[in-house]
């Protein structure tokens, strides 16, 4: 008979686990532990030997657990399953996005290096790069939608930096305004500035897409990195990141994880596996449940704007790069409502079924304010650049029915 291939969702209950090695559970157990005992010293020496990189591990050779700081059958497990989605060599999971970015981050950029970053990023991974990577003399200069890749390489040179650059670091769709990046401008942009001596690496934060919408390595890029507390998680319970990529580059990522020690716990690494298991059946509804939210929102006359990528029309260059890289449309969009703050804020506070919370892809819709909330820190010159105006409100589309979500943002309309 010819081997089958499974889709991921037909995997994510038990790829990876042997029962048998948990007196037949079914389900992978929480492994709580903090160490592993070896069957002999050799074994022990054997196992230091690959994970401290003293050499290569042999074709065939089991390797052991040591420690839960390097590896726990529950993080093992996980990682192999989500590697699966987005076809990577390996994954590395993190106790939270920001961990997974910045341990990327500190592990490709050194003092004097530039990364190019793409506008606007995620408010914790804004603040890494302006306020935190500069003590380190590392400097971020960002590029907007829609610039080439030779505007982009033009800006760079202007500024004496086409030697510095190390990193392409880009966020797409871009939150909130779900502005969209061309990641094949992205690998151009790094092929360009990249010699036989200086390699630069292009990294995809792809939280707002999951795993199962939009998968970057295969448009060339050479890391991804997730808050797993969105899609992944799924449930709004849980904070945790990952990262994937290519085995050189996992293999120097995972080694910083090893020594800074911020690796998932066994109990997050578990419940992540309990969340993959509803990831495709979870998305599928929320991102269906946005479509009729969405157009809803368009013909409400309270409303002056919304965006959404499946509004998207043919002809605008924005479709273009949504076809070719999306698969859908998902179940993050934002819309102007007509007035200001107060208008937002009255539309907010008498939401009933909705909760009013930052965070996102969870099971629950929720709403949020992004230029007084996940966005405050932006300046007001760059809220203003990317439409991020005191009208705007964030929907994350849960899985509860549409129409109860389309009744409760009918009802707080007609108190504004
Ligand atoms: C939430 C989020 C992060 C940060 O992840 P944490 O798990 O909160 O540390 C990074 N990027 C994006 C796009 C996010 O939405």
């Not at 074709?59 to 076809?87: A, K, M």
């Not at 929907?395 to 309309?413: M, N, P, T």
Request: aromatic share 8%; with cysteine; proline share 4%.
């Amino acid at each position: 008979m010819q081997e089958r291939y499974f889709q991921p969702e037909s995997l994510m209950m038990t790829h990876g686990y042997k029962p048998e090695l948990s007196e037949g559970a079914v389900k992978c157990p929480i492994f709580q532990t903090s160490t592993f005992v070896f069957k002999t010293a050799e074994e022990g020496k054997a196992f230091f030997q690959v994970a401290y990189g003293k050499r290569e591990k042999e074709p065939n050779e089991e390797l052991g657990l040591i420690y839960s700081r390097l590896n726990n059958p529950d993080l093992q497990i996980l990682e192999e399953r989500l590697c699966l989605w987005d076809q990577a060599e390996e994954c590395a999971v993190f106790e939270s996005g920001m961990s997974a970015i910045s341990t990327v981050m500190l592990e490709f950029l050194r003092p004097g290096d530039t990364l190019i970053y793409s506008k606007p990023v995620y408010g914790g991974t804004d603040h890494f790069i302006n306020k935190v990577l500069p003590k380190y003399g590392i400097r971020g200069l960002g590029f907007t939608a829609g610039q080439s890749s030779s505007q982009i390489l033009e800006e760079v040179s202007k500024r004496g930096l086409s030697d510095k650059v190390k990193m392409v670091y880009v966020e797409t769709p871009a939150n909130p305004t779900n502005a969209l990046f061309d990641l094949s401008v992205c690998r151009e942009v790094a092929d360009q500035l990249s010699n036989p001596d200086k390699e630069v690496v292009v990294c995809v934060d792809n939280t707002y897409m999951g795993p199962l919408w939009q998968h970057p390595l295969k448009h060339g890029v050479d890391l991804i990195v997730y808050s797993a507390t969105k899609y992944i998680g799924g449930h709004s319970d849980l904070i945790a990141g990952a990262v994937l990529g290519n085995s050189k580059h996992m293999k120097r990522v995972r080694t910083l994880r090893t020594f800074l020690g911020n690796m998932a716990g066994p109990w997050t690494g578990w419940l992540l596996m309990r969340s993959l298991e509803t990831l495709k059946v979870r998305m599928t509804k929320q991102a269906s449940n946005a479509v009729e939210v969405a157009d809803y929102l368009k013909s409400h006359p309270k409303v002056e704007m919304v965006y959404y990528l499946g509004h998207l029309e043919p002809g605008d260059p924005q479709y273009d790069i949504f076809k070719k890289q999306q698969t859908c449309a998902g179940a993050m969009l934002s819309f102007d409502i007509k007035g200001g703050e107060k208008e937002a804020f009255l539309f907010l506070n008498n939401l009933k079924l909705m909760k009013l919370a930052v965070s996102l892809g969870s099971t629950e819709s929720l709403a949020e304010h992004p230029a007084t909330m996940t966005h405050s820190d932006v300046s007001e010159e760059d809220r203003k650049l990317l439409g991020i105006s005191d009208n705007l409100v964030r929907l994350s589309i849960g899985v509860e029915h549409h129409s109860d979500i389309i009744w409760d943002i009918q009802q707080a309309l007609e108190k504004v």
